[in-house]
């Protein structure tokens, strides 16, 4: 085969460019330090990056939310102690340890006084607040859990924690809203006690009130399409004088709504329909609360059940609502609290009545040891808690510098590296254009001037 000069020409430009690419691509390198810059020029690392950018961006949120929950549980545990500090004081100083049958009717009022300051200052840690949460609401934060109702009992969030009565009176649920009755025409609450609120169809926003079952008073009220929470209770609110068959008159003026009042109303379906509405709940309701969850995903593996809930053991629960260490109900065939600031009232009470016996108040004075002991189990579970998120940020640390690593390996080359193969494509083109001087042949053209 015959190998002319213009093959040559040709085949050392394609060399030449060839080697001017890698310098300018190493020259690159040398200054960003990165592999690729378009995914075109390496789809598999590429692909590779943008999964460990989304891990890392995971692992980012999942120690951003361990840290605030890190904190909040740590604000959680200072209130606990504050209050068991309270308690323990009460226990072990001149207050119960105080109390015997022979105090006269003074002693027995001092003391008394001093568990009713007790009361007080237990009130304001149960109520404490972290950022815009307050941290003993179970799943409901956004307002201060603990009141004192009528009676003197503790509320926890409107519910006499005693009885599960309903300090507001006579509450349902409904599209995610809670609606409470108030009164109506000069009668209590409770005669909504088993009463529904269903949305009928029509454009006028009228009520109807059926109450053939006065056990069960149906409420109808015609909405459009379209029409939201707000509708609904602006129409109940203005029902004032509204008959129902039997010649009754209700007042539903005094009717308020708290939640999603932006919601649009279901006109057909469940959604239609509210739930029953009751003036008082069981103690079974009341160690639901108790119970309340806030889930937290740390990282651990989010999984939901056939059920579509999710999986408690893949996720954190931060929720600590009040009355699981405060105590919530009576004991058993007794009026004796199971809740510490509830207790502490009634040993002031035997205190101060003119039957004090040592007898009578001693059953009260045993339950408040066993109180604090409740208590001191929740402190140490949540003492459990924190050494989890301990442990599970050293872990997402760890993990977070591993996925960091990876992602520099497969989108960065080593700064060293770099600079060398930079210096090795320079020498790499001077050699070329050298070499171009000797095997290209001069022509007619190097000579003009």
């Not at 690159?28 to 590779?48: H, I």
């Not at 203005?238 to 068959?245: D, F, K, L, R």
């Not at 039957?355 to 009578?360: A, L, N, R, V």
């Not at 001191?376 to 996925?403: C, H, P, V, W, Y």
Request: charged fraction near 20%; hydrophobic fraction near 35%.
């Amino acid at each position: 085969m015959r190998i002319t000069m213009g093959m040559i020409t040709k085949q050392y430009s394609k060399n030449l460019n060839d080697s001017l690419g890698q310098l300018n691509k190493a020259n690159s390198q040398s200054t960003t330090f990165r592999k690729f810059d378009k995914t075109s020029e390496d789809p598999f690392s590429a692909a590779k990056a943008y999964r460990l950018r989304r891990e890392g961006t995971e692992n980012d949120t999942y120690q951003s939310n361990l840290e605030d929950v890190s904190s909040q549980l740590m604000t959680a545990q200072s209130a606990m102690m504050s209050i068991h500090d309270i308690v323990s004081e009460a226990s072990t100083g001149d207050v119960i340890q105080a109390i015997t049958g022979t105090m006269s009717a003074s002693d027995r009022s001092t003391v008394a006084t001093k568990l009713r300051a007790l009361q007080q200052a237990i009130l304001a840690p149960a109520n404490t607040k972290f950022g815009d949460k307050y941290l003993f609401g179970g799943s409901e934060m956004s307002q201060p859990p603990f009141s004192v109702g009528a009676s003197g009992n503790l509320l926890y969030r409107g519910i006499d924690v005693n009885t599960g009565k309903i300090e507001a009176g006579t509450t349902t649920t409904m599209n995610g809203t809670t609606i409470q009755f108030g009164k109506n025409a000069g009668d209590t609450a409770t005669t909504f006690n088993g009463s529904t609120i269903q949305i009928g169809t029509g454009t006028d926003g009228s009520v109807a009130v059926d109450d053939t079952d006065a056990s069960h008073i149906v409420i109808t009220v015609n909405l459009p399409s379209g029409a939201t929470n707000q509708d609904l209770i602006n129409a109940l609110n203005g029902a004032n004088g509204t008959a129902s068959p039997n010649g009754t008159t209700y007042d539903f003026s005094g009717m308020t709504m708290t939640g999603d009042l932006n919601r649009p109303v279901a006109t057909t379906g469940d959604g239609s329909v509210s739930a029953a509405a009751y003036d008082t709940v069981s103690q079974d309701t009341l160690a639901g609360l108790a119970k309340e969850q806030s889930l937290i995903d740390l990282g651990m593996g989010l999984k939901t059940k056939a059920d579509g809930s999710i999986d408690a053991q893949s996720v954190f629960d931060a929720a600590i609502p009040g009355i699981s260490f405060l105590g919530f109900g009576t004991v058993d065939g007794t009026d004796i609290s199971n809740n510490i600031y509830n207790l502490a009232g009634q040993i002031a009470d035997q205190l101060e009545s003119p039957d004090f016996s040592i007898e009578k108040i001693k059953p009260y004075l045993d339950n408040f040891s066993k109180l604090g002991q409740n208590l001191m189990a929740k402190i140490t579970e949540s003492g459990t808690k924190s050494n989890f998120l301990t442990a599970r940020k050293t872990n997402l640390q760890a993990m977070g510098d591993a996925i960091v690593k990876k992602d520099q390996d497969t989108e960065f080359v080593d700064p060293a590296d770099a600079i060398t193969n930079a210096q090795m494509q320079q020498y790499s083109y001077n050699a070329a254009l050298q070499m171009g001087t000797k095997i290209m042949t001069k022509t007619i053209f190097d000579y003009l001037v």
